[in-house]
């Protein structure tokens, strides 16, 4: 499904491989949301303090980078397709240990098992979306990834705001129904013909191909497909960090760090505590702000990217929405430094002119970020790195990812109490500076190449 395909349109199976990729971003992205509307019924039921709320906010994502690193030797031995299946079973399993938790000790642990899951779907999913979808819709496939997330933020959010405090067990117990639809989804589907061939399994290869893409004629796509995996072994981890393919280790690390310090989990874990500092000061309005501003603007925006990722390219998306992202974060921080007292003004006076600002500005970075830096960062990840060592290269991305967004949602409200709200945007501005540079001089553009025209670009040397 790469230089022997053909234009023709997108198939029934396609469309289902399009599903779980997208409910696979969901399982992240609800799991992501819920907790802020969660939190308040949990502290109350079990009396835990400022380090156990953080412990139950951030160690999802501290499951999430070992399940990472787990799932690109997963993804390798065993295939992509049992990996998906493996992590929807283990979420909803981890699901039904945090709704039914007798205690802070157990919640713990079913936050942990669900970060797992969702770490292993985080490198399984858009891997096995990037080997699938022809080049010509493969960034547009990936991306469906980025959507799911920014779906299930939407989704738990609005969750949030219909159900009272008391209700975090359901909130948190109903994800287990989209670890069920992921298994279900990824149930009459092939692994990806790539792999196949891999392992040896030439017929199950040329099945896939012609069920999943709809060729009548598989064979040209097999012998090219055959010519790249001949010879091929599995390499080792000191392989992925060989200086042979340094840059492309370089461009991915690089764009998942960038991904998560320029703000993004800061704003989607404490968006209520930011909308209260800006004057929306009632739990209805900052709930509604958050739900609004930021849930469902992040969807729509990421509809751009899905729709123009393959025709407008990626760089060109990255350096348009960086540029909107350090703008927004800027005024953010203008409008903060005006607030002042105002963020502990009583309820009734409601949001001030800079707590305008702040939300319009707020609006502007998620479009922006949900049109580049989300979709994007995801789509380049899976696409840029040779054969030999895409797992593992894919896991170390994404395990950086996750490193980094634990580091931005466990220390984003020390930063604000050590350096003030303005500070710490501004200082969130300045690192979307640090990332456009980045992409300007480190990034390639990818779009309309196959996988191997990627791997060729970057002359890595015999060695």
Not at 82 to 104: D, K, N, R, V
Not at 148 to 174: C, P
Request: net charge neutral; aromatic share 10%; glycine share 10%.
């Amino acid at each position: 499904m790469q230089r022997g395909e053909t234009q023709r349109g997108i198939t029934k199976w396609m469309l289902l491989v399009g599903a779980v990729i997208s409910v696979a971003g969901i399982l992240f992205g609800y799991d992501q949301g819920v907790i802020s509307g969660a939190l308040l019924g949990i502290g109350k039921d079990f009396h835990v303090g400022t380090t156990a709320t953080e412990i139950i906010t951030s160690w999802v994502t501290l499951g999430a980078l070992v399940g990472a690193l787990v799932a690109g030797v997963m993804a390798d031995k065993i295939g992509r397709r049992p990996t998906l299946l493996f992590a929807g079973s283990l979420f909803s399993i981890g699901a039904l240990i945090e709704a039914l938790a007798p205690g802070t000790e157990v919640l713990v642990v079913g936050r942990l098992v669900v970060g797992f899951a969702v770490g292993v779907a985080s490198v399984a999913a858009p891997l096995y979306a990037a080997e699938m979808a022809p080049s010509r819709l493969r960034g547009m496939f990936v991306s469906g990834y980025q959507l799911g997330i920014t779906f299930g933020i939407f989704l738990a959010y609005l969750v949030d705001e219909l159900m009272s405090a008391s209700d975090w067990r359901l909130m948190l117990g109903v994800s287990a129904v989209v670890g069920v639809a992921l298994v279900i989804l990824v149930l009459p589907l092939p692994d990806s013909p790539r792999w196949y061939l891999k392992v040896g399994r030439r017929n199950d290869a040329r099945d896939a191909i012609a069920k999943v893409a709809g060729d009548p004629d598989p064979d040209a796509t097999i012998a090219e497909l055959e010519a790249d995996v001949a010879g091929e072994t599995q390499a080792s981890w000191g392989v992925a960090f060989s200086k042979r393919w340094r840059t492309p280790l370089i461009v991915g690390v690089g764009l998942a760090v960038f991904q998560q310090i320029t703000g993004i989990n800061a704003i989607i874990y404490y968006a209520d505590k930011i909308f209260d500092a800006a004057g929306f000061s009632t739990v209805a309005s900052q709930t509604a702000a958050t739900t609004w501003a930021i849930g469902a603007v992040n969807v729509l925006a990421t509809l751009i990217a899905v729709f123009f990722v393959d025709r407008l390219g990626r760089k060109p998306l990255l350096i348009a929405g960086l540029i909107g992202m350090t703008i927004s974060l800027t005024a953010v921080g203008f409008a903060f430094q005006e607030l002042g007292d105002i963020s502990h003004a009583p309820s009734s006076q409601g949001p001030s002119d800079a707590g305008a600002i702040t939300l319009v500005a707020l609006v502007v970075y998620i479009a922006s970020f949900a049109m580049s830096m989300g979709p994007i960062v995801w789509t380049i990840i899976n696409e840029i790195y040779p054969r030999e060592v895409r797992g593992r290269m894919v896991s170390i991305a994404t395990a950086v990812n996750w490193f980094s967004a634990w580091l931005v949602s466990q220390f984003f409200l020390t930063l604000v109490k050590q350096l003030g709200e303005s500070e710490t945007f501004w200082l969130f501005a300045a690192l979307c500076v640090a990332a456009l540079a980045f992409v300007w001089r480190k990034v390639p553009e990818t779009k309309d190449r196959t996988l191997e025209e990627i791997e060729q670009m970057w002359n890595a040397p015999k060695a």
